[in-house]
């Protein structure tokens, strides 16, 4: 009996050292702006296939921006959301479609409450992004239910991440991120845009 399972523990060891490692999952990013990236990131987290999304600056001149650098209007970047997901099982497509009923892209001066440059929605896209963002915009302007089209598609930059007391705000901070969404209209501006 000992003879068989030393026999059995050897086969297990020689097969565990000649067994392939098991490959990580392929992953593919997508970069959205759409005012406070609080409430893309709120929004964007729980989406099936989603496995990250980071709030962020990206869009402007300066490196390393900080917080106080970007809302003083004078590095060129917007807040952004850098969405990392699991191409086997959501597309660019389906991104770019909750991306845009999560924003108001018929206002370039800023979202909801937010205002200023660093505020604008915009869709930061790799070359290989480009058409499929295109035409996703296309369709959604056809969608709207007041205004017009305004979101630009810009090429992807460098994404920096913001300041950890940002990052998941609306899981640390449940009341402050409600309270703060509530009162700058975020909900019910989707609603006249979209359609209920």
């Not at 056809?142 to 810009?154: E, W």
Request: aromatic share 12%; proline share 6%.
């Amino acid at each position: 009996m000992r003879r068989l399972i030393v026999l059995f523990a050897a086969a297990l060891a020689v097969l565990g050292a000649t067994a392939p490692a098991l490959a990580a999952p392929k992953t593919e990013t997508a970069v959205f702006a759409g005012g406070c990236f609080w409430c893309m990131e709120h929004d964007m987290q729980g989406v099936p296939g989603v496995l990250k999304v980071e709030s962020g600056y990206t869009g402007g001149h300066l490196k390393n921006p900080t917080y106080r650098d970007v809302t003083s209007e004078t590095s060129g970047h917007y807040e952004a959301v850098r969405v990392t997901y699991d191409p086997a099982k959501l597309d660019y497509g389906f991104l770019l479609y909750r991306y845009w009923r999560l924003v108001d892209p018929t206002d370039d001066g800023g979202q909801f409450c937010d205002r200023g440059p660093s505020y604008r929605p915009a869709v930061f896209v790799t070359p290989a992004q480009r058409p499929i963002a295109e035409k996703s915009r296309t369709e959604a302007a056809k969608r709207l239910k007041t205004g017009t089209m305004k979101t630009q598609i810009l090429p992807a930059q460098t994404f920096y991440l913001a300041e950890e007391y940002h990052r998941d705000y609306a899981k640390r901070n449940k009341l402050n991120y409600f309270a703060y969404r509530t009162g700058c209209g975020r909900d019910a501006r989707l609603k006249q845009v979209w359609g209920g």
